[in-house]
């Protein structure tokens, strides 16, 4: 063929022929499961127009019938179906072919294929203009009035175009709606029927107004996050209730417990640090109302098992292989996660369910059956397998009783989760004198008394030890790994996989590197270990690899995120569906905020898309499928807790994605840098100034996206919400409105803010929030620091302890390295003398030098000199130096030198505004400068300065 001939469609064509043999061999493989008769065998149809029964309930009728629904029509389509087709389409149409949709329905209701020629549309094929055919031949048991088109299918002719997109979830509601509005057409109404009840109700989508609720009452995953939460929340509340009261329960335990089982006096100073666990938990609280299946393998699931687990429908759009081998390249070779890899290797054989097992009991382990596995593997290892549906009252009563048990006795609990605390039993034992195996035993036929549940514990001298003894101890055991066992080889065995901290991604470094378990790296040098996983890392992994573990058990958790996420059901058509969904979820997420009294600063958006490369749908009904994930965040000006504000923001994040709403397929919002909401701070105008200037700033974005390629379905780790500077930002702006990732757990000490310097950043926000004498004393450590730094010295013991003023200054040698470039850049008065000399060598600060003692530069006649070098010199602001200035504008405030405050701020206004470059930024400097100090003034004065000067830009006068 000649290339003139190919204009770039032929390839389209390929593709085209490609996709309708697809949707073809999908409609087929969606068929299976809802068959119920082959009566349309052979047959297919291709629907073109408005037709009664519609193109979706024929379709439907098709699927439960064994025919074939073409979505274009095919030179092998057996039937058109329409009702009436514009002249000047049929004259191009082989009209022998073209029939009523009434003949679907007679053929169903007479349960045979009837013959078709009565219910051709055009019997006079030769004439120009093909006359409709009312039902001719009256062989069937229909009326006429029954067969007249109705009004609205002949007033115009839309031509039908069959969304291929159209997931089986509208298909199956616009059934419905017919079983609800044509009760004539029973026939179509019964097919309706027996595709939605095989379907049931999981039709719904995120769409549906009540679908959030729905679909957090049936969640396991939000059931056990939030009992986990709610308990760790409880024992808080328990320890502050109890106020270190003693335990009356632990007289009761001193007779039963002393007569012969009174401790090794030896062992008295040993930390004996308990582990319990539930077994197979969910399994337990579901067998307390079926003692009958005790010792059967049982598995708790949605799934409802037998043949419905074995032959589930599978959505047209699907494609399961397709699916798995994506999902198996990407936990393989992304995540390096085998065993995940494993999993949907051996679960996603066509029609097998795809619902994961939460629980299986110990008889189901026996078979090879795990917690997590899908329901479909788990029949063709046990096929006896029992299923059971969840009961989630049932689990939070038996916890609360496991709770409540433990905290009879001591409230050094940390809780875990429903199921599983640490407990440091050591000061029951030094009090009770009795053997810890002896009290644990008493407390698990306790538990097991209350709760009809059978639990296990283990005990060690650290919380590693404790739990690598319950793993020993599981089912219905305990096991100590006291003072004199031999740790060194009982961790040797253990997989490092196992220990704590060690992911998927870990143990694929780990194993690059020939260390597979304990005993690998037990004969591994720290050293070697640094050099594969870094410093940190490898002296956990050198330790815990030797059942040492230094982790102390935390007994006050305060939540630190709160979240809402739903990757069910989520199938948008347009934005206004994805909007109100938003809106929902925001409420959901705030409700949840507001119930645990916080407030949030930062507001994360997690967004899973489908997968460029995934099919259209998921293999599990309404499921996620391969996904890619983007995360985007905003971190506000003050922590709120306001329905209003999270809702906005979330909608605006996610209009910046611009994500298309029906590629979409999970949603989730996280809140994050809480605090509580009845401790907010004042208003901090310097912070909120140094937002808005870098949200300013050219237009940058304030949010990050943050891209990452990464299937999401067993997503296993928070995100992380970064902050980051973009690449082209000015350096200056590094110490203040953005963070880099160094800093993520910046902790609100004034040391640590200090620490940091190093890494360029100090954390404004938290900076801010700071007393005022703090933040002096940050300022001073940070002087103190970019001095040491600048003189090559890290030596740590030279720095000051918080509150300590230095009382001489280190000498720096002369010739000095420049500074880096958070390092404030005021520049040395003339007149400096002394050690004054050797600081200008290393460019440090006027504000240091303030800071420091050596001269109140602000407070001395040069000020104004002073203030020309700076803002002359310099080409932004360097936020060091603003920070330098406000702080010394408090001491003016506070000292009430109000003349000499407004004078510094109308030469600081007069020289700004003479700068010809990057002005805006010198603006905001201003800007922020002013609202400090008239912040302060209105807080110790009651009133503000009225300034002679002000700065109003046309561009950032907004601002
Ligand atoms: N990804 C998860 C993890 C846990 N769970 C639920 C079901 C478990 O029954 C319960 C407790 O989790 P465990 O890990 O303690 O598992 P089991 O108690 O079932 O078994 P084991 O005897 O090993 O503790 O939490 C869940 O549904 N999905
Ligand atoms: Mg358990």
Not at 15 to 22: D, L, R, V, W
Not at 325 to 335: C, N, V
Not at 575 to 586: A, G, I, V
């Amino acid at each position: 063929m000649a290339d003139e001939d190919d204009n770039g469609f032929g390839e389209w064509g390929g593709y085209f022929e490609a996709k309708k043999s697809k949707l073809e061999e999908q409609f087929a493989a969606a068929s299976d499961p809802f068959r119920k008769s082959n009566l349309f065998q052979g047959i297919s149809i291709f629907v073109n127009g408005l037709t009664n029964p519609s193109a979706n309930e024929l379709k439907q009728i098709m699927m439960v019938h064994g025919g074939i629904y073409h979505h274009y029509e095919r030179p092998h389509t057996k039937f058109i179906i329409a009702s009436n087709l514009p002249d000047v389409k049929v004259r191009n149409m082989n009209t022998s072919k073209i029939i009523s949709a009434q003949y679907i329905v007679d053929c169903l209701e007479n349960k045979r294929v009837l013959d078709y020629k009565p219910y051709l549309l055009y019997t006079n094929q030769k004439t120009t203009q093909p006359r409709l055919h009312f039902g001719k031949g009256k062989n069937t048991s229909r009326t006429n009035e029954s067969m007249a088109v109705p009004k609205s299918e002949t007033a115009a002719e839309p031509p039908l175009v069959e969304p291929v997109e159209a997931d089986l979830s509208n298909i199956l509601n616009n059934l419905q709606q017919v079983v609800a509005t044509s009760p004539k057409n029973e026939t179509a109404a019964k097919a309706a029927v027996e595709v939605s009840v095989i379907s049931n109700n999981s039709a719904r989508t995120a769409v549906d107004p009540a679908f959030l609720s729905e679909f957090y009452k049936n969640s396991r995953l939000h059931h056990i996050a939030t009992l986990g939460a709610g308990f760790k929340q409880y024992v808080c509340e328990l320890r502050q209730a109890n106020g270190g009261k003693p335990f009356p329960k632990r007289d009761e335990l001193r007779s039963v417990l002393s007569c012969d089982q009174v401790m090794n006096m030896s062992a008295a100073s040993v930390l004996y640090i308990m582990h319990i666990d539930m077994d197979c938990f969910f399994v337990s609280v579901g067998l307390r109302s079926h003692p009958e299946w005790r010792g059967l393998p049982i598995a708790v699931t949605h799934s409802k098992g037998g043949n419905a687990a074995t032959d589930v429908p599978v959505h047209p759009q699907a494609d399961r292989q397709a699916e798995l081998k994506l999902f198996a390249e990407r936990f393989e070779h992304q995540l390096h996660d085998n065993i995940r890899a494993d999993k949907v290797r051996s679960g996603f054989d066509k029609k097998m369910s795809l619902s994961e097992i939460a629980s299986c009991s110990y008889e189901a382990r026996a078979k090879g059956i795990r917690n997590g596995m899908f329901v479909g593997q788990a029949l063709k290892l046990c096929p006896e397998l029992k299923t059971i549906p969840y009961d989630f009252e049932g689990y939070k009563e038996v916890a609360f009783a496991l709770y409540d048990t433990v905290a009879q006795y001591t409230l050094n609990i940390e809780a875990v989760s429903c199921d599983e605390m640490f407990v440091d039993l050591t000061d029951l034992v030094e009090d009770l004198q009795v053997d810890v195996m002896s009290f644990v035993a008493h407390l698990r036929e306790e538990v097991r008394n209350k709760t009809g549940c059978p639990c296990s514990a283990g005990v060690g001298t650290n919380k590693l030890l404790a739990r690598m003894a319950t793993k020993r101890a599981k089912p219905d055991g305990q096991y100590l790994l006291g003072p004199g066992t031999d740790v060194l080889g009982y961790m040797a065995p253990t997989a490092l996989e196992t220990l704590p901290g060690v992911g998927s991604s870990l143990r694929h470094k780990l194993e690059q590197a020939g260390l597979r378990n304990c005993a690998d790296v037990q004969r591994t040098s720290l050293q070697t270990l640094e050099s594969v996983v870094g410093k940190k890392l490898a002296l956990t992994l050198y330790e815990n690899c030797r059942g040492i573990d230094t982790r102390p058990l935390v007994y006050e958790q305060k939540r630190k995120t709160v979240s809402a996420e739903v990757n069910y059901g989520i199938r948008f058509t347009n934005n206004s569906e994805c909007e109100t969904f938003l809106r929902q979820l925001s409420a959901e997420v705030t409700t949840r905020l507001t119930d645990i009294k916080r407030k949030a600063k930062s507001i994360g958006l997690k967004v899973m898309v489908r997968a460029a490369e995934a099919p259209i749908e998921a293999s599990k009904f309404m499921g996620h499928g391969v996904c890619d994930t983007i995360n985007k965040s905003f971190i506000l000006a003050h922590a709120t807790d306001d329905v209003n504000v999270i809702t906005s923001h979330v909608l605006r994040l996610m209009k910046e994605s611009g994500l298309p709403p029906h590629e979409l397929r999970g949603i989730g919002i996280h809140l994050s840098k809480l605090s509580e909401a009845t401790e907010v701070k004042k208003d901090n105008v310097l912070l909120q100034m140094f937002e808005k200037m870098s949200e300013k700033r050219k237009g940058e974005p304030t949010v990050e996206v943050h891209e990452e390629p990464e299937p999401t379905v067993f997503k296993e780790k928070e995100n992380d919400l970064e902050f980051k500077k973009p690449q082209d930002l000015p350096s200056v702006w590094d110490t203040v409105g953005w963070k880099n990732s160094a800093n993520k757990s910046l902790d609100k000490s004034p040391v640590n803010v200090s620490d940091r310097l190093g890494n360029t950043t100090i954390d404004m926000e938290v900076f801010a929030q700071l007393p005022e004498y703090i933040r002096r004393e940050v300022l001073e450590n940070m002087d103190e620091h970019l001095i040491a730094r600048s003189s090559g010295h890290s030596d740590r013991t030279r720095k000051n302890p918080i509150g300590g003023r230095r009382s001489s200054m280190p000498c720096p040698p002369s010739s000095l390295p420049r500074m880096e470039n958070n390092c404030s850049t005021f520049p040395v008065p003339k007149d400096a003398d002394g050690p004054l000399e050797l600081l200008r060598a290393v460019k440090p600060t006027t504000a240091a030098l303030m800071l420091n003692g050596l001269q109140n530069h602000l407070l001395g006649s040069n000020y104004k000199s002073m203030l020309a070098d700076w803002v002359s010199n310099e080409q932004y602001p360097n936020p060091t130096d603003i920070l330098m200035i406000n702080s010394k504008l408090s001491e003016l405030a506070q000292s009430k030198q109000m003349g000499r405050i407004y004078d510094i701020m109308k030469h600081l206004c007069r020289l700004i505004k003479k700068k010809r470059d990057n002005v805006c930024e010198w603006h905001m400097a201003y800007k922020v400068i002013e609202e400090s100090v008239q912040h302060q003034l209105m807080a110790i004065e009651s009133y503000m300065l009225k300034l002679p000067d002000t700065i109003s830009c046309v561009i950032c006068h907004k601002m």
